[in-house]
């Protein structure tokens, strides 16, 4: 069965956290996430959409954690936050958390975090955002950032904290504080660039993040930001992608350990060819399936294939080769690409106390 966690959280979002359908939200962007299931509910999302209509000033704040590397995984997120930036001019500000990093324990000193939050840097870019209209916001450099994170504590309390993460009282004050660091990220634009028109594309795991700031933006009388819940698919092998597991397709992977990992992914084909042609594969216990599905194909092709394969006149093997066929330019673009950023657009796209 399809990972049912990921999908009960964004069904728990509407249902007790008061998300809306994105399925109720009339002429939607044209972006097959929209269409395909993977954008499942949203925060005001039909208020942002508006203000693109009216041509009003809008932001995207998409971040990405320090102690990681690039995945597919990530591929959802950053198409939309392109796709916002490409087909609207939209500025993208995307927090890289080096200190979150630290004080969680994920990487072992400050400098490891700040090496690593560059390298996250060169990678977005490589995957075609414009340095020109996307701004990083790393907080070991833009240290002006916990200006607004004090400003924000004042009225975020203890027992919100508490409630929302399940911090205790022996962990480090750093965890408690970073709450109010993840607000001022959000509501940056607004403070800095006057930009009320904010959207926060997430996973369904992290809408306690955006409810805190929601609520800490209302009582500062800022405008509280536009979420899109984006379902984040499961590793090769049906397991939540981990960097530790290695189950996960990386975009600085050597294109042939790509290959050895897509051919290990988990199948929905029976054990037997034999078997495989008389009963047919099982689509949604499909890795390979489920991200070309999702990421790279269309949604007439997708259909087809689906429907190849539940008659048993594709096998697991053949799928996974056409996912193979499809990662290795979207791997290769990138990695071109990260060869030819250059310093000065780099440097360009880093946020700096002034």
Do not use: W
């Not at 809008?58 to 959802?76: E, M, P, Q, R, T």
């Not at 907080?139 to 607004?148: A, P, V, W």
């Amino acid at each position: 069965m399809e990972n049912q966690n990921i999908f009960i959280d964004s069904e728990k979002l509407v249902n007790e956290f008061g998300a809306g359908l994105i399925s109720q939200i009339k002429k939607l962007p044209n972006l097959k996430y929209f269409r395909n299931g993977l954008i499942y509910s949203h925060r005001d999302f039909d208020k942002f959409l508006k203000a693109l209509e009216k041509k009003e000033k809008c932001a995207i704040v998409s971040g990405v954690n320090a102690s990681g590397v690039l995945h597919l995984g990530h591929k959802a997120v950053f198409d939309i936050n392109l796709f916002f930036q490409k087909e609207f001019g939209v500025q993208v500000f995307i927090p890289i958390s080096d200190d979150e990093s630290y004080v969680a324990g994920k990487v072992e000193n400050q400098n490891e975090a700040l090496k690593n939050s560059i390298e996250l840097a060169k990678d977005i870019l490589a995957y075609g955002f414009n340095p020109e209209k996307t701004f990083f916001i790393i907080d070991q450099i833009y240290t002006n950032i916990y200006n607004l994170a004090i400003k924000l504590s004042r009225k975020i309390n203890y027992s919100e904290i508490k409630a929302t993460y399940g911090y205790k009282p022996e962990e480090n004050i750093g965890l408690h504080f970073y709450p109010s660091v993840q607000s001022a990220h959000i509501l940056f634009p607004q403070e800095k660039f006057r930009i009320k028109n904010v959207l926060v594309p997430i996973g369904p795991d992290e809408d306690a993040h955006l409810r805190i700031c929601r609520d800490v933006a209302f009582r500062f009388n800022y405008e509280k930001p536009s979420v899109l819940h984006v379902r984040f698919l499961e590793g090769i092998d049906g397991e939540k992608m981990s960097k530790s597991k290695d189950n996960a397709i990386f975009l600085r992977e050597d294109i042939q350990k790509v290959k050895k990992k897509v051919m290990k992914a988990l199948s929905g084909g029976q054990k037997t060819i034999e078997e495989h042609r008389k009963l047919g594969g099982i689509p949604e216990n499909d890795m390979s399936f489920k991200y070309l599905k999702y990421f790279f194909l269309n949604e007439k092709e997708a259909n087809e294939i689906e429907e190849k394969y539940i008659k048993g006149e594709i096998l697991s093997s053949e799928m996974k080769s056409l996912l193979f066929k499809h990662l290795v330019p979207f791997l290769e673009n990138f990695q071109n690409n990260l060869k030819n950023i250059r310093d000065k657009d780099l440097e360009k796209a880093i946020l700096r106390n002034e």
